[in-house]
């Protein structure tokens, strides 16, 4: 555990070392302001929560999370470094446990810094703060399996851009399975049991409950499902370049 | 303290490395030599537990690389090829990383970082981030980062690569101070540090050993090893061709005996024959043989080895 922690400080210090961690926190913090209170109409609806803000983070997180995962492994195989890191007295697990926590834990950050939308809401009106904190741990949980997902892209090449491109495709498709123009389309020609068993794949399906502040066993469990086995897929990945 | 058995690691349809033994005890200096792409980076990723092996059986320290990873790599310092490090990273805080993952507490590793950056003179650059620095100042770091543990078997990847020829000095007789408590393997493909570092030789291509000795004994397998070169005025070769096979260089001649370790008595006969003939002996000298013709001769097995041993492809 130790040393999940030691390469999780060393992930984390690179972040701040260098301007991605700068560069990704305004952007982040920029483009959420902006679907929020513009796109989301935040102030026309006159509510006291935060849909308009919640709703947009699949979307937001497609392109962002990805640019956060992409050097993860990719980074460390281009330099060499990956030989380093491995023939220290760890096993991938740590490593890859340690570098996946200093990624998600720099996610949180940037969803912490959101704070004054909070603020805004509970200046303006009276709203359930229980279902707001519901919503910033489906959030979380969110840019968690999109953080995986990019975690794996990233170990499959040295390429960043090509790791950024594989894992934008395949959170769309995290997106797009329960995303309901897609689900119409699918109802069309497709039975109804069918439908349902794409749709439970989506990450829209199960971050839904949480933004209605409901936290079901069986949303957290999809999304740790999601990290688990995308973790492991990382695993299986490094070790497999390794054998040759 | 390693010891390799049969060591075979095939990529694809290529035999990178194809059942390579050696071992290495403690106090010994191995030079690991080859040309490139003979397989020694890929032998040495597999004694540090980055590769496994696809047959054969690395063991450090009593430890099986692939059944106890953790135990071996723990004795292991590793300098990989191209000393790769975090460029982010200043020189201190990268080689505090390291001995964090090395398991040493905060006094320990106060101590060993004073003891890493005086060996491997980076007092100057502590605090400068590893992408600011010199390819020498690099490689120093990550050399610096194998030792910080003070570990019993070091396993260097061309660890003079890049350096200026005063680094170059100094880093071999860094390893061969280090090798005199520890098993130190170290690749290359420059000859003279084989004399001037190693106990031992090993020569891989193609994945293969190819030769196994000190440098004394790889250089006695040289054609010239043994024969005797003179200067003399009034030699003549006739006379000399009584003694043995004679080569006739720029103004001297090189007489080569007959067996190459009766050298000493073909010394005496050439010293007599300058007496008895009247030459003034200006310079006698006896061959001890060069290394790179050895190496030339031995990794281009097409043109020198009998067709026995040449592999097809």
């Known amino acids: 555990m130790n040393l999940v922690w030691t390469i999780a400080k060393r992930e984390l210090g690179g972040y701040f070392t260098s301007p991605v961690a700068y560069v990704f926190l305004v952007i982040f913090l920029l483009l959420a302001g902006f679907f929020t209170f513009t796109a989301g109409a935040f102030f026309e609806r006159g509510e006291a929560g935060l849909t308009a803000f919640f709703a947009w983070h699949p979307w937001l997180y497609l392109v962002l999370v990805p640019a956060v995962g992409m050097r993860l492994w990719s980074e460390e195989r281009r330099s060499g470094t990956i030989e380093l890191l491995l023939t220290m007295p760890v096993t991938t697990a740590q490593a890859i446990a340690g570098k996946y926590l200093a990624s998600w834990l720099f996610l949180a950050l940037a969803l912490a810094l959101t704070f004054p939308v909070v603020i805004t809401v509970n200046v303006l009106g009276n709203p359930d703060n229980g279902t707001l904190l519901a919503g910033y741990l489906g959030s979380l949980m969110l840019a968690g399996a999109y953080l995986a997902v990019s975690c794996m892209t990233s170990a499959m090449t040295r390429n960043q851009v090509v790791a950024f491109i594989l894992s934008v495709v395949l959170c769309l498709f995290l997106i797009l399975a329960g995303f309901n123009p897609v689900t119409d389309l699918l109802v069309r020609w497709a039975s109804p049991a069918f439908v349902d068993t794409v749709a439970a794949f989506s990450v829209i399906t199960h971050f839904d409950g949480f933004q209605k502040g409901v936290i079901d066993s069986r949303d957290l469990l999809f999304f740790l499902s999601v990290i688990g086995f995308a973790l492991f897929a990382t695993g299986a990945i490094i070790r497999g370049h390794r054998a040759g | 303290m390693i010891r390799i058995d049969n060591l075979v690691k095939t990529f694809g349809a290529k035999r990178a490395v194809d059942g390579v033994s050696f071992s290495v005890e403690r106090g010994e200096v191995l030079g690991f030599l080859g040309p490139n792409g003979a397989g020694k980076s890929t032998t040495m990723r597999m004694i540090t537990g980055f ?263």
């Open chain 2, 51 to 313: 590769y496994p092996p696809s047959s054969g059986k690395v063991t450090v320290g009593g430890h099986d690389v692939a059944e106890s990873p953790l135990q071996a790599k723990r004795l292991i310092g590793y300098l990989p090829e191209n000393a790769a490090s975090y460029p982010e990273m200043t020189v201190r805080g990268f080689l505090e990383f390291c001995a964090q993952m090395r398991g040493l507490d905060a006094a320990a590793r106060g101590k060993a970082l004073a003891r890493v950056v005086e060996r491997c003179f980076l007092e100057s650059v502590l605090e400068q981030s590893i992408d600011t620095l010199s390819k020498g100042y690099k490689h120093r770091t990550c050399l610096a980062q194998a030792l910080i543990h003070d570990p019993e078997v070091l396993v260097l990847d061309e660890p003079t690569d890049g350096l200026d020829p005063n680094q170059k000095h100094e880093v071999r007789n860094l390893i061969r101070e280090l090798g005199k408590t520890k098993a130190v393997v170290f690749s290359t493909h420059i000859l003279e540090e084989v004399d001037a570092a190693c106990s031992r030789a090993i020569i891989i291509d193609r994945g293969r050993i190819v030769a196994n000795g000190t440098p004394g004994e790889l250089r006695a397998m040289s054609d010239v090893a043994g024969a005797v070169t003179l200067h003399a005025q009034g030699a003549s070769e006739a006379k000399l061709a009584a003694l043995g096979r004679v080569e006739k260089l720029n103004g001297s001649f090189r007489v080569y005996p007959a067996d190459k370790s009766a050298s000493a008595e073909l010394t005496r006969a050439i010293v007599a024959l300058a007496d008895r003939e009247g030459w003034k002996l200006d310079a006698l000298r006896t061959e001890e043989g060069h290394l790179d013709e050895v190496f030339r001769r031995i990794t281009l097995p097409d043109t020198a080895l009998p067709d026995s041993v040449k592999r097809s492809g």
